[in-house]
């Protein structure tokens, strides 16, 4: 795994060196050289300093050659042969994407056995032979650097505020279903998204300021999510540059390597009370040995997480809620002791409540008992059965991933608690990476892309097909 703050653009390179090699044809030329230049995507000068790494397809890794660039971002290798893995890494810069190193991948395997000029998105290859009978190799790759998110956060007075938790997501549409990014949020309409970044989430210093970088090209909104403990209980998690409302709050368009600046003033405001029951079912309790029930709340116009209130035994209350609609579930544990911080789900409900400017009392959640959810899983023609991986997403997700074994055909989620779920489906790590569902069914509805709510219906089940298109081939 690469430190953070470095990535790298890899592109597959053949190179015909002197003979001697066995299982390849007599080689045309004497010798091959790789030169190339390193540049900044966006201005295109030179990046000196840059780390580059020559790993043969077929050597140790311990075998690797490496180089840094120049001043003027230049690097060679001289008596290459075989197919190699080139790696070019920066801080400061990303890669170059999976989209380029795919269409690089031709190009290896091919262009560099004879003279010409190749090109991807992101690279430019040129080969030729010299009047020495050499064939010379020159490679320009270019490196985009991060955008980068600064700001300020200051409570409603002005005054900074430190150890304040600031957190950025990427505003996106939904294409092909909600991103399978853990925290995702589809928002009212289901056309766009609030995606969370990889490093999004900062604390402010003791001047109250933030830094998130390693950002992509991208629209962004940024927030504040939580504050230090002992702060003013009506300070609101904040939209910059002052707003609670996601509609009001600030798009920040970030272009390739630009820096823009985000204050927040914190919105300090005092809210109604809302209270009721968690019913359990009958003969039935929400508390008992190790056995508790928790109640989460989460504003439908906010994405800047969800609060959550033990229930007393079947009593709760939430203080200082701001008008707006609100998703109310509530879940009930069994533990097997008293250290057991996860336990299984055993009852569930959920409701959504309009919250005005006037507490809300005699408010009741009746719990039901919750079931794991059954599926089916089928391969396509010409798919080899392989092991999946079943990642769950949703806003109240308290499993881990589902390890699926291809050959059983059958598959059991666990109880999930009430809400609406996606799922995003994957080989097992280490597994072949060109299998991809076709289709999720439930019932007579495809839910690949829209996913589904939970409960399930009684005798629902969900029933996934797998493909396996590799390069436009089946496997």
Same mark, same amino acid.
């Given at each position: 795994?690469?430190?953070?703050?470095?990535?790298?653009?890899?592109?597959?390179?053949?190179?015909?060196?002197?003979?001697?090699?066995?299982?390849?044809?007599?080689?045309?030329?004497?010798?091959?050289?790789?030169?190339?230049?390193?540049?900044?995507?966006?201005?295109?000068?030179?990046?000196?300093?840059?780390?580059?790494?020559?790993?043969?397809?077929?050597?140790?890794?311990?075998?690797?050659?490496?180089?840094?660039?120049?001043?003027?971002?230049?690097?060679?290798?001289?008596?290459?042969?075989?197919?190699?893995?080139?790696?070019?890494?920066?801080?400061?810069?990303?890669?170059?994407?999976?989209?380029?190193?795919?269409?690089?991948?031709?190009?290896?395997?091919?262009?560099?056995?004879?003279?010409?000029?190749?090109?991807?998105?992101?690279?430019?290859?040129?080969?030729?032979?010299?009047?020495?009978?050499?064939?010379?190799?020159?490679?320009?790759?270019?490196?985009?650097?991060?955008?980068?998110?600064?700001?300020?956060?200051?409570?409603?007075?002005?005054?900074?505020?430190?150890?304040?938790?600031?957190?950025?997501?990427?505003?996106?549409?939904?294409?092909?279903?909600?991103?399978?990014?853990?925290?995702?949020?589809?928002?009212?309409?289901?056309?766009?998204?609030?995606?969370?970044?990889?490093?999004?989430?900062?604390?402010?210093?003791?001047?109250?300021?933030?830094?998130?970088?390693?950002?992509?090209?991208?629209?962004?909104?940024?927030?504040?999510?939580?504050?230090?403990?002992?702060?003013?209980?009506?300070?609101?998690?904040?939209?910059?540059?002052?707003?609670?409302?996601?509609?009001?709050?600030?798009?920040?368009?970030?272009?390739? !390597?630009? =820096?823009? $600046?985000?204050?927040?003033?914190?919105?300090?405001?005092?809210? @109604?009370? /809302?209270?009721?029951?968690?019913? *359990?079912?009958?003969?039935?309790?929400?508390?008992?040995?190790?056995?508790?029930?928790?109640?989460?709340?989460?504003?439908?116009?906010?994405?800047?997480?969800?609060?959550?209130?033990?229930?007393?035994?079947?009593?709760?209350?939430?203080?200082?809620?701001?008008?707006?609609?609100?998703?109310?579930?509530?879940?009930?544990?069994?533990?097997?002791?008293?250290?057991?911080?996860?336990?299984?789900?055993?009852?569930?409900?959920?409701?959504?409540?309009?919250?005005?400017?006037?507490?809300?009392?005699?408010?009741?959640?009746?719990?039901?008992?919750?079931?794991?959810?059954?599926?089916?899983?089928?391969?396509?023609?010409?798919?080899?059965?392989?092991?999946?991986?079943?990642?769950?997403?949703?806003?109240?997700?308290?499993?881990?991933?589902?390890?699926?074994? !291809?050959? =059983?055909? $059958?598959?059991?989620?666990?109880?999930?608690?009430?809400?609406? @779920?996606? /799922?995003?489906?994957?080989?097992? *790590?280490?597994?072949?990476?060109?299998?991809?569902?076709?289709?999720?069914?439930?019932?007579?509805?495809?839910?690949?892309?829209?996913?589904?709510?939970?409960?399930?219906?009684?005798?629902?089940?969900?029933?996934?097909?797998?493909?396996?298109?590799?390069?436009?081939?089946?496997?």
């Amino acid at each position: 795994m690469r430190i953070a703050l470095y990535c790298f653009a890899w592109i597959p390179l053949l190179l015909i060196s002197a003979p001697g090699i066995e299982a390849q044809p007599k080689p045309r030329y004497a010798t091959a050289f790789l030169e190339g230049t390193v540049v900044n995507s966006v201005n295109g000068e030179p990046l000196g300093g840059a780390r580059v790494k020559l790993q043969g397809a077929d050597w140790g890794n311990d075998d690797a050659v490496y180089t840094k660039t120049d001043a003027q971002g230049r690097f060679q290798f001289a008596n290459t042969r075989g197919l190699f893995i080139l790696v070019v890494e920066k801080p400061g810069f990303m890669h170059l994407g999976s989209s380029s190193t795919t269409s690089a991948r031709p190009v290896g395997l091919h262009g560099m056995q004879r003279p010409g000029v190749y090109s991807g998105a992101g690279w430019r290859l040129e080969t030729k032979v010299d009047e020495a009978g050499e064939l010379h190799a020159m490679v320009t790759i270019q490196l985009t650097p991060f955008a980068v998110i600064t700001g300020r956060v200051t409570d409603p007075e002005g005054y900074p505020m430190p150890n304040t938790n600031v957190t950025v997501w990427m505003r996106a549409p939904v294409e092909n279903g909600p991103h399978p990014r853990p925290g995702t949020q589809v928002l009212p309409g289901g056309k766009e998204q609030l995606v969370p970044v990889a490093g999004g989430n900062v604390q402010t210093n003791d001047r109250g300021e933030y830094r998130v970088a390693r950002l992509s090209e991208g629209t962004y909104h940024a927030a504040v999510q939580g504050f230090p403990w002992g702060w003013e209980r009506t300070y609101r998690a904040t939209y910059a540059p002052n707003t609670t409302d996601l509609s009001a709050a600030k798009l920040f368009q970030l272009a390739a !390597g630009e =820096e823009v $600046r985000a204050d927040i003033r914190i919105v300090q405001r005092s809210g @109604v009370r /809302l209270s009721g029951r968690a019913v *359990s079912p009958p003969g039935e309790s929400p508390q008992g040995s190790f056995r508790q029930t928790m109640l989460y709340v989460q504003a439908d116009a906010m994405s800047t997480g969800t609060t959550f209130n033990r229930v007393d035994r079947d009593q709760f209350e939430i203080p200082d809620l701001l008008p707006g609609r609100y998703t109310l579930t509530a879940v009930t544990r069994q533990t097997n002791s008293m250290n057991d911080s996860q336990g299984t789900l055993i009852y569930g409900a959920s409701r959504s409540v309009d919250v005005g400017t006037q507490d809300i009392t005699g408010l009741d959640l009746e719990l039901k008992p919750l079931e794991e959810i059954q599926g089916t899983v089928a391969f396509g023609a010409g798919c080899t059965p392989t092991d999946l991986t079943i990642q769950l997403s949703g806003t109240m997700i308290f499993a881990p991933d589902v390890q699926l074994k !291809g050959s =059983e055909g $059958r598959f059991a989620l666990p109880r999930l608690a009430p809400g609406h @779920v996606t /799922l995003n489906i994957q080989p097992r *790590s280490g597994g072949p990476r060109w299998f991809q569902p076709v289709s999720i069914r439930l019932g007579d509805r495809d839910v690949r892309q829209s996913g589904f709510d939970v409960p399930l219906a009684a005798g629902e089940t969900l029933n996934i097909t797998m493909g396996c298109s590799r390069m436009g081939g089946a496997r």
